[in-house]
C-alpha cells in the first residue's frame, strides 16, 4: 500500500523534537549527559513543601488527569464510563503536559484540544446559557461504538494584515465555524463559541482568591476606560450564587467544580456534582448505553484530582533579570496591560494548605470579566458574562508553552499564532492598550514580547 | 505613508456573524463537502500522549479515515476483543505480547495485511511478530537502569554497567525497583537476569538486588519520581518511560545493561473487522518510515522496529539492531513468556513479601563477608529459589497463575504460591539461625 506523505506534520515534530535533541543513551558503564535544553516538566511540578502524605495524594490526582477513561463496563471500574458521547478520552489530551491546546490549521483536521460551547438565546434555571435541546451545551464529537458523535466542527481561517505605526505588518487570522455529519437533527440558531484548553498550573492560588478580593478588585476605578465585573455563577455544592473565576467567562466558581465540569463536558465522566450523563432526550442510544457507576467520578477520586491541580507549582520567570525583560515590563505597565493583566494577587486562607494561603503571586490577570470588544465577541452570554466579555487570561506560563505544547494557539479560540497578534486582537476596554502597541516602537515592542515570554 | 492597523468594521461583521450563528443549517463550504471519513477503531493502552500523536499524523496522512480509540488495558482488551464483533474494534495496538499471544490462540486475527518480507522479523534474540503473520511489533523497547550520575558520584559510586553491580551493599535503598506482580512493565526484568545468569545464580542476584531496593507498586513514572527526589539514585526500568522523562528535562541517564532484552509491542487486525482497508490503513502508517519516525517524539521516545528510521537521530541513540549485530540482546522474549506470570510470584514470594525480613539478614551476612567470615551456606539459602527450574516450567503451573499479571484475580495466591513463601521463610530462618551462630 501506498503511504501519502505527512512530510509537514513530520517536519513541525522533528523541528519541534530538535528543542530536545537529547534522545541518547549511554551504553554499559557510561552516562550520558542529558539535560534537555528545556524543561518540559516545568506546569507539571508540586508547590515546594508537600509531606510524603501529600506528595502521594499529589501523585494519586497526576494519574487519573492522565488516565485514559474506559468505556463501560470494565474491570477497570475505577476509570469507567467514559462517554456515551465526549470529546476526548483524557485530561491530556487537552493539557498535553498541563500546557495549552491549539486550534487545527486546516477545516477537515479534528479539534484535538479545543471545543464548541452550544446554546439558545436565554437562560437556563440557574442563569447560565440555554443548552440546545439535542446536542446539549457543548458538542461531543466522540461517542462510544454503538452511539453516533454528535457531529463535527471545522474551523476555516480567514487572514488580514495588521499594520503598525512603523510599518511593521502582521498577518492576523481568525476563524469562522461549520458543522458537519450532525447525528441529532439540524442545530437551527445556535449561539456558538469556541475555547481552546488552556493550561493548568497555579490554579489552587487562583481558587483561593477570596471573593472579596475580586469584589474589590471590580470596584476599583481604572484607567483607559476599564472596568472590569464579576461574574456571578452557581456552586453546585452550596446551591448558592458565588462569584466565578475558572472557565473562559469565569463561569465556575471554584476549581473542584471547574474539574467535575470538565469531566461531564469534555469526557462524559460523571461525578457527585454532575450526577447526570450528558445525553438529551434526542439521543436515546446515548441514554442506553451502560455506565460506568454513580457517579463515575467518585468523591475520593474528585478530591485527589483537585488535590492535584491545586497543588501544581504556578510557572516560574525566567530572565527576569534580564534588562530588556525589566524593561519590557516598564512598557507592560505603561501600555496599561497591567490594569487587567494583575501582577499581583493575594490568596486568602485556606484550609489545611499553608502553601496556597496568605501568597502573594504574579498570575497576570484580576480575574475579571472585560468587554473585548467586537472582534472577539463571541455573542453568546454566559450567566453575566455578555456576548463580548472574557475573563483576562492569566499571563503566566506564557513564554514556556512553546517548548511544551507544538499545537498552540492563543485567545478563547486559539487565532492568535502569537503574543503580538493576540495584543493587536484586544479591543474594548483594552483598545486604548493596543493602540499604545500599535504606535511603540519596534525596540519597546521587543522588549515587552520578551517580558511577556519570560512569564 | 503607514496606516496604523483598525479593525475593519466589515470584517468584523463578517467574522462575528459566522462565529455568533453557525453554518450548520446552509450546509459545508465546498472544501468539507466530500464524505465523511471512515472509522478505524482501534483498541491500546498507550498514554494518550503517544496515541493522540499518532491520531493526528494518521488522520493528516490518511483523511479519508478517522481514528476512533478505545482504551483498555490488556486484561480488559482481551475480553472486549473476544466478542464476535470485537466491540467493533478493526485494531488492537497495545504493548502486551502476552494478550496477542492469547488472542491469537482463540482466533481473534486476521493476517496481517501488510508484506512481512520488508521488515525484519527478529533484533537479537527478540522475535518482533509470531510465524503465523497474524502480528507484528511496531515499536519495541528496552530494558535498563535510570540512573542519576551525581547521586552516585556523591557516594563515590560507579555507574553500573550490568545487574550483578546493582547487589553491591553501597546501594542500600539506593535502587527503585517495580514490583514485577504489580507493575506491568516488570515481569521480563526477572526473567531477563534469569536467562542472562542461570536459575540458581540469578535467584541469588535478585535476592541481593532486592535487599537494595525500595519496591515501587506501580509503574508509569513512578521510578523515575523516586530517582528525582532524591530517595533513590537507580530505577529499573523499561527505557521509554527515562527517556522520554530525560526528553523532558530530568537530570537523568538511562543506561542498557549487558545482558537486557526488548519487549517488543505488536499491532493486530481483527478477524471481523468493519472496516479492514482503514485498518491496512492504520497497520502500514504505524510501520511506515514515516510513522516509526514518530516514535522519537520526546513524549513517546519508543525504539523503532525498521532499521531505516535509526537514520538521522544522534549517534549515541540506542540502536537495537546495531547492538544485536555485535552479539547482545541474547533475552528470548518468546521463550520467557510462558513463565513471566510464575517468576513474578516467586518473585513475589521470595523477595517482595519478606523484604522487611530479608534486607536486614543481607545487611548483616555483607557485614560479615567484609569482616573476613564468609559464610557460603547464609548466601545459598538467602538466594535460594523456593523451586527448581523444572517445576518453574510446568504448563500446569503457569495455567494454574495464569492471568494474574493481565489483572485478573490479582489477590488470591494460590496454596502452591503460599508454600514458595513458606520454603522461602524457612530458609530466612535457617540463615538467620547461622548468621546468630556465627556472631554477624
Partial sequence: MKLKPTLSRLSRLAAFGALFAHFVHAPAGHAAETPAVIDREVLSRPLPGLSAEEEERFRRGRSLFRQSWVIAPANDVAVDGLGPLYNRLACISCHAKNGRGGAPDKPEERMQSMLVRLSLPGRNAQGGPLPHPAYGDQLNEEGIPGVPGEGRAHLHWHHKQARLADGTTVTLRWPSLSFSELAYGKLGKTLTSLRVSPHVAGLGLLDAVEEKTLLALAAEKKPDGVRGTVNLVYDKATGQPAVGRFGLKSNMPNLRQQIAGAFVGDMGITSPLFAQENCTAAQTACAAAPHGGQPELSATQLDEISFYLANLAPPPRRASDSPQVRQGEAHFAELGCATCHRPQLISGEVAGNPRLSRQSFAPYTDLLLHDMGPQLADGRPDHRANGRQWRTAPLWGLGVLTAINEQRGLLHDGRARTAEEAILWHGGEAETARRRYIKADRTQRAALLAFLQSL | ?440
Fill in chain 2, 1 to 440: 505613508m503607514n496606516i496604523p492597523f483598525k479593525p475593519g468594521r466589515r470584517r468584523f461583521i463578517q467574522g462575528a456573524g459566522l462565529l455568533g450563528l453557525n453554518l450548520a443549517a446552509s450546509g459545508m463550504p465546498g472544501a468539507l463537502a466530500k464524505s465523511a471519513p471512515q472509522t478505524v477503531t482501534v483498541v491500546t493502552s498507550y498514554a494518550d500522549e503517544f496515541v493522540s500523536r499518532i491520531e493526528a499524523a494518521f488522520e493528516k496522512a490518511y483523511p479519508q479515515y478517522r481514528l476512533r480509540v478505545v482504551w483498555r488495558m490488556p486484561n480488559d482488551a482481551a475480553p472486549y476483543l473476544q466478542q464476535p464483533d470485537h466491540g467493533g474494534a478493526d485494531v488492537y495496538w497495545s504493548a502486551s505480547p502476552r494478550t496477542f499471544a492469547r488472542l491469537a490462540r482463540d482466533n481473534t486475527w486476521r493476517k496481517l495485511p501488510i508484506d512481512s518480507g520488508a521488515l525484519p522479523r527478529q533484533v537479537g534474540k527478540t522475535e518482533l511478530g509470531d510465524a503465523a503473520g497474524f502480528y507484528t511489533a511496531s515499536e519495541i523497547a528496552g530494558f535498563g537502569f535510570a540512573v542519576s550520575p551525581p547521586a552516585l558520584t556523591q557516594r563515590g559510586l560507579p555507574l553500573p554497567a550490568d545487574w550483578t553491580d546493582l547487589s553491591d551493599p553501597r546501594l542500600a535503598g539506593l535502587i527503585a525497583l517495580p514490583v514485577p506482580a504489580r507493575v506491568g512493565f516488570a515481569p521480563p526484568m526477572v526473567e531477563i537476569v534469569l536467562q542472562a545468569y542461570g536459575w540458581q545464580r540469578g535467584w541469588a542476584l535478585w535476592s541481593e538486588i532486592a535487599a537494595n531496593a525500595k519496591p515501587i507498586e506501580r509503574g508509569s513514572t513512578f521510578v523515575t519520581d523516586e530517582i528525582a527526589a532524591g530517595r533513590c539514585a537507580i530505577g529499573l526500568s523499561i527505557d521509554f518511560f527515562v527517556n522520554s522523562a530525560i526528553a523532558n528535562g530530568a537530570a537523568l541517564s538511562f543506561i542498557y545493561p549487558r545482558h537486557t532484552g526488548l519487549n517488543p509491542a505488536h499491532i493486530a487486525v481483527t478477524r471481523n473487522s468493519p472496516n479492514p482497508e482503514g485498518a491496512a490503513a492504520f497497520v502500514n502508517f504505524l510501520l511506515s518510515l514515516n510513522g516509526q519516525k514518530l516514535l522519537a517524539h520526546p513524549d513517546i521516545r519508543r525504539l523503532p522496529i525498521r532499521p531505516d528510521a535509526y537514520a538521522g537521530l544522534p549517534t549515541r541513540q540506542f540502536n537495537p539492531f546495531a547492538a544485536a549485530a555485535e552479539g547482545g540482546l541474547q533475552f528470548d522474549s518468546d521463550a520467557a513468556r510462558p513463565r513471566l506470570a510464575t517468576s513474578a510470584s516467586l518473585f513475589q514470594q521470595m523477595l517482595i513479601e519478606p523484604l522487611a525480613e530479608l534486607t536486614p539478614l543481607w545487611r548483616r551476612l555483607q557485614a560479615a563477608e567484609q569482616a573476613g567470615k564468609p559464610l557460603p551456606e547464609v548466601r545459598r539459602l538467602l538466594g535460594a529459589p523456593p523451586i527448581d527450574e523444572a517445576a518453574a516450567n510446568d504448563p500446569a503451573l503457569h495455567r494454574a497463575i495464569g492471568l494474574r499479571l493481565e489483572g485478573e484475580n490479582p489477590a488470591i495466591p494460590t496454596p502452591q504460591e503460599l508454600a514458595w513463601g513458606e520454603t522461602a521463610a524457612r530458609n530466612r530462618h535457617a540463615a538467620r539461625k547461622l548468621l546468630d551462630e556465627a556472631g554477624a
